[in-house]
């Protein structure tokens, strides 16, 4: 029978960072109740959360990228929403996110969540972030409490 390594749900003791973009925020903002909602439920506490508001998406990864190097984080999560627009600027963006977020996951340092929306549509950003579609920063927040504690199990 093969050894399996998987994360529990479990984060009690763990320290979060979320990075969530101002950049429409009346969905940045569903989506960090979401997060904050999974990880209480998961058993972190208030005290061990950081939040870190920035304008939009696009900084995002630069302050992941910090939190995950700080030492005082177990795990980080970016969060923001990207909805297409009549110009090319949400590609453009998304990739560029897109790309500095892995980048940041890929040094190891600390699980780093994608919690990025890109939608196609203002209804479909709408039903990711609570209605209909689920709350993906509650998703974030799960994969977070996962993905801390399958770090460790792989240590």
């Known amino acids: 029978?093969?050894?399996?390594?998987?994360?529990?749900?479990?984060?009690?003791?763990?320290?979060?960072?979320?990075?969530?973009?101002?950049?429409?925020?009346?969905?940045?903002?569903?989506?960090?109740?979401?997060?904050?909602?999974?990880?209480?439920?998961?058993?972190?506490?208030?005290?061990?959360?950081?939040?870190?508001?920035?304008?939009?998406?696009?900084?995002?990864?630069?302050?992941?990228?910090?939190?995950?190097?700080?030492?005082?984080?177990?795990?980080?999560?970016?969060?923001?929403?990207?909805?297409?627009?009549?110009?090319?600027?949400?590609?453009?963006i998304s990739n560029e996110v897109t790309k500095g977020l892995a980048q940041v996951s890929m040094e190891g340092k600390v699980p780093v969540i994608y919690g990025i929306l890109s939608a196609e549509t203002l209804e479909q950003a709408i039903e990711r972030a609570g209605t209909k579609g689920g709350n993906r920063g509650f998703a974030a927040a799960e994969s977070a409490v996962e993905m801390v504690n399958l770090f460790e199990n792989l240590d």
């Not at 939009?56 to 992941?64: K, N, R, T």
Request: glycine share 14%; no cysteine; hydrophobic share 40%.
């Open 1 to 92: 029978m093969p050894k399996i390594i998987e994360g529990v749900l479990d984060a009690k003791g763990r320290k979060f960072g979320i990075v969530v973009g101002r950049f429409n925020h009346f969905i940045t903002d569903r989506l960090l109740e979401g997060a904050l909602d999974g990880l209480l439920r998961h058993g972190a506490q208030d005290d061990d959360i950081t939040v870190v508001r920035v304008p939009g998406s696009f900084e995002i990864p630069s302050v992941v990228k910090k939190l995950a190097e700080s030492g005082k984080v177990d795990a980080v999560i970016g969060m923001g929403a990207l909805i297409r627009g009549a110009t090319s600027h949400y590609d453009h």
